[in-house]
């Protein structure tokens, strides 16, 4: 609203950077990358794939979710830290939510959101470095220090966003960044008493 503006920013596992100027930002140091297909390739046929009519997009957008275990899914992007059953369960649950509450319409919402993101024709909207460089500048015109103004929280054991892309994210913010240990990409569901102690910190110095 006018007249408003965000006293700050906190930044939870943020897929931030883009993969054309950090090429490296989301490859995993512990996989073994000889034989995966590189990063721009893989984001060149997904767009080739969004880029289809809706009869043949909408069946492979139904069958990503429905050929997907979603536990395993959800344990692949955690860390080491145990989780009990009835956690993961709830989680699973949680990420599945809308699936079944829109059973007839997920699968044109979860198309038109990766189509807004993967094919947009506006290329004036920031991303990346130039997104940061930004948000900074919005928070120096408010008075606002960098180190005040943002706080970046990662996962140690993040394999999504990795733990070397969040500290780059940090540098770049001029912040601190907060590395919560045995976590993967969900710290807010893994660690959640970590994560908003953190944020909290944050937020009343």
């Given amino acids: ?3 408003m ?9 943020p897929a931030v950077l883009d993969p054309e100027e950090d090429p490296d930002a989301y490859n ?3 996989d073994d990358n000889s034989n ?3 990063l721009p390739v893989r984001i060149a046929a997904f767009k080739t794939i969004l880029s289809l009519p809706d009869a043949f997009s909408m069946k492979l957008a139904r069958r990503m979710v429905d050929n997907r275990n979603m536990t395993q899914a959800l344990l692949n992007q955690t860390g080491s830290r145990v989780l009990s059953s009835e956690r993961v369960e709830a989680l699973v649950e949680k990420y599945t939510a809308p699936v079944r509450e829109f059973a007839t319409d ?3 919402g979860l198309l038109n959101v990766y189509r807004a993101d993967f094919l947009r024709e506006d290329t004036e909207l920031p991303k990346g470095r130039k997104l940061l460089s930004d948000a900074k500048r919005v928070m120096q015109n408010v008075g606002r220090d960098d180190k005040s103004a943002f706080c970046v ?7 999504v966003v990795p733990l070397r ?3 780059r994210i940090a540098g770049l913010l001029g912040c601190e960044c907060v590395e919560i240990a045995q976590t993967g990409h969900l710290p807010m569901d893994e660690t959640p008493h970590e994560c908003a102690q953190s944020l909290l910190d944050f937020i009343q110095p």
């Fill in 28 to 30: 995993n140091d512990d």
């Fill in 106 to 108: 997920w699968d044109t």
């Fill in 5 to 13: 503006y965000g006293a700050g920013c906190g930044l939870v596992a």
């Fill in 1 to 3: 609203p006018s007249g």
């Fill in 165 to 167: 892309s969040s500290q």
């Fill in 36 to 38: 995966s297909i590189p």
């Fill in 153 to 159: 929280i990662s996962g140690e054991e993040d394999g």
